[in-house]
Nanobody, 118 residues
Framework: QVQLVESGGGLVQAGGSLRLSCAAS????????MAWYRQAPGNEREFVAA???????HYADSVKGRFTISRDNAKNTMYLQMNSLKPEDTAVYSC????????????WGQGTQVTVSS
């Protein structure tokens, strides 16, 4: 019954900014690593950024310096601040989380569309 719900996607012009959110709900003991992935039309899904339960972050080279990942453990919510957006950032952005219940399970959200126009 654990669910991940993304929000914050939309249409922006190149150079603009968006802030994505991923909220986890349901029976959970704790959430370990959370991450963002994206998939553009005709492309494979690619890693964007990840953050551990202790706050350690990792970024894909393509977004390093422009995107910032963060989390609020008290609210079971992860964020992705996207600045200086480029048309090549256009994709469906999906939330991923390793969640401890009776064991550890990996969950995915349904994704939120980000479209960057030139």
């Amino acid at each position: 019954q654990v669910q991940l719900v993304e929000s914050g996607g939309g249409l922006v012009q190149a150079g603009g900014s968006l802030r994505l959110s991923c909220a986890a709900s349901g029976p959970m003991v704790s959430i370990n690593t959370m991450a963002w992935y994206r998939q553009a039309p005709g492309n494979e899904r690619e890693f964007v950024a990840a953050i551990t339960s202790e706050g350690t972050t990792h970024y894909a080279d393509s977004v390093k310096g422009r995107f910032t990942i963060s989390r609020d453990n008290a609210k079971n919510t992860m964020y992705l601040q996207m600045n200086s957006l480029k048309p090549e950032d256009t994709a469906v952005y999906s939330c991923n989380a390793a969640v401890r219940t009776l064991g550890i399970n990996v969950y995915w959200g349904q994704g939120t569309q980000v479209t960057v126009s030139s």
